[in-house]
């Protein structure tokens, strides 16, 4: 296994200091340690991004691509990202020096400068836009359970201002105590939300539609805009290599992210697959929302499921933020002792950026009011990177690091069927970039004319 910059492994460990074990020392004696997560606690972490409020989506995507298509991409998009999330980890394996993605980034492309400064780009963006998302779910929450008492501005403000103050921790190792209480709430959610849709008598609206309709396939007509947007929603419930590198950085043995990986791959499948498909069989085609919460017919059931969410509804926007935090701050203070000790400076930076980094959050969700829209844009715009096409282009680097420039024969069979399949990645993630990114506007551009929201800012009063 070789570095992609030709550089011997050994030798260079050797040189910078930079082994795993050696920041482990180097660590040893500052206040605030980072190289303190054991594989455990990365699955927590893991768990916390995945089993979260987007799952309510599924059923939706099932009504719009047919119960059929939509379990079989569940599983193909499943494999899609355990693979390229291995691609990952390998990378990081070979390079214990980078910290985020946008070091991987720089790393990927050549050591190119500008690489690494579009990578930090994109990553802000995909991580505040995800924080505006929970913003506004988070406004729909307080609408839901107090009948649109106050504006929707001030319930995105409030949910901001909560989430800032729970971002403060500065260690993953802290935020992975929060992130097992968000993931196991969230599962509780979507668990009664499911039980619930199976027991009430009708989903809400019933009977203005008729009886409720499931599809085994796309219905005659389905536009190109709403599968692609179905599709993206499925896809970006599952995309979170953008993550992985930063919870590597901080694992006391990264050779162990496979077992967290495993644990949360299995747990996602099985309980994306049956949520979608059990919550859809109950309220059908005709009476689906995005998020299904909004389906329940029953006021209490709606309010009781929804309630389980809160955990997630604040912590997942939290990691992203603190992720967002960590980059920006790790290159203001690098190599200083604001990084490894509590100094007023520090802290004060810390705060400063986590509040500006909310602030954009809370304009995002105010500009984008639409949850399964905003769900497709973040997909197209940022998974189609960070999803297919960076790995795709690490596998392709670390073979030609390893077995030269005839790496795609080198193993006979094997290096074929390596170089094309990552090839074909790098092909999904254009596919997202362009045709994704091209639904994701149009639906959002379709639902300021259809959905009787009032602009950017406006003071609408709808939950779920």
Request: include cysteine; glycine fraction near 8%.
């Amino acid at each position: 296994m070789r570095r992609i910059d030709g550089k011997d492994m050994e030798q260079e460990e050797d040189a910078t200091g930079l082994t795993v074990g050696k920041q482990i020392e180097m660590e040893a004696e500052n206040a605030i340690k980072y190289r303190t997560c054991s594989w455990p606690k990365t699955a927590a972490l893991l768990f916390s991004e995945y089993i979260c409020l987007a799952i309510m989506s599924f059923p939706y995507s099932y009504s719009v691509l047919g119960l059929v298509p939509g379990l079989i991409l569940t599983v193909v998009v499943a494999g899609l990202v355990l693979y390229t999330s291995l691609v990952v980890w390998e990378f990081c394996l070979r390079h214990p020096e980078l910290r985020d993605v946008c070091d991987v980034g720089e790393m990927l492309f050549f050591q190119q400068r500008s690489a690494w400064w579009f990578t930090a780009v994109m990553f802000i963006l995909n991580n505040t836009f995800i924080q505006g998302f929970h913003c506004l779910v988070g406004a729909k929450y307080l609408n839901t359970m107090t009948n649109h008492s106050v504006c929707t501005i001030g319930f995105s403000a409030i949910v901001a201002v909560i989430s800032w103050i729970c971002s403060l921790p500065r260690t993953f190792s802290t935020l992975a105590k929060v992130a097992t209480f968000s993931a196991f709430f969230t599962f509780i959610s979507v668990l009664l939300a499911t039980i619930f849709a199976g027991i009430e008598d009708h989903p809400k609206g019933y009977p203005k539609f008729g009886e409720p309709t499931v599809l085994a396939v796309p219905a005659a007509g389905t536009t190109f805009v709403a599968g692609m947007n179905a599709f993206m929603n499925i896809s970006y419930t599952f995309i979170g290599q953008i993550t992985i590198p930063s919870f590597i950085a901080e694992m006391k043995e990264p050779k162990d992210f496979p077992k967290a990986l495993w644990a949360v791959t299995i747990a996602e499948v099985i309980v994306f697959s049956l949520v979608g498909a059990i919550v859809y069989a109950y309220t059908g085609t005709n009476y689906n929302t995005a998020p299904a919460f909004g389906s329940l017919g029953n006021e209490l059931y709606l309010k009781v499921s929804f309630s389980f969410m809160i955990p997630t509804l604040i912590f997942l926007g939290v990691l992203y933020a603190s992720v967002s935090a960590r980059f920006i701050f790790f290159r203001f203070f690098k190599g200083t002792r604001h990084m490894s000790d509590h100094t007023f400076a520090g802290w004060a930076t810390w705060a400063g950026i986590l509040a500006i980094l909310w602030i954009l959050a809370f304009i995002i969700a105010e500009v984008i009011p639409f949850f399964s829209d905003l769900l497709s844009l973040m997909s197209s715009l940022f998974d189609s990177f960070f999803g297919f096409i960076f790995w795709g282009v690490a596998y392709l680097r670390m073979r030609y690091a390893d077995y030269g420039p005839g790496f795609y024969k080198s193993r006979g069979l094997k290096s074929w069927f390596g170089f094309i399949f990552n090839i074909i990645l790098c092909l999904i993630g254009l596919l997202f970039l362009s045709a994704g990114t091209y639904a994701s506007v149009q639906s959002i551009v379709d639902g300021y004319h259809t959905a009787g929201f009032g602009g950017p800012f406006s003071c609408d009063t709808n939950g779920l």
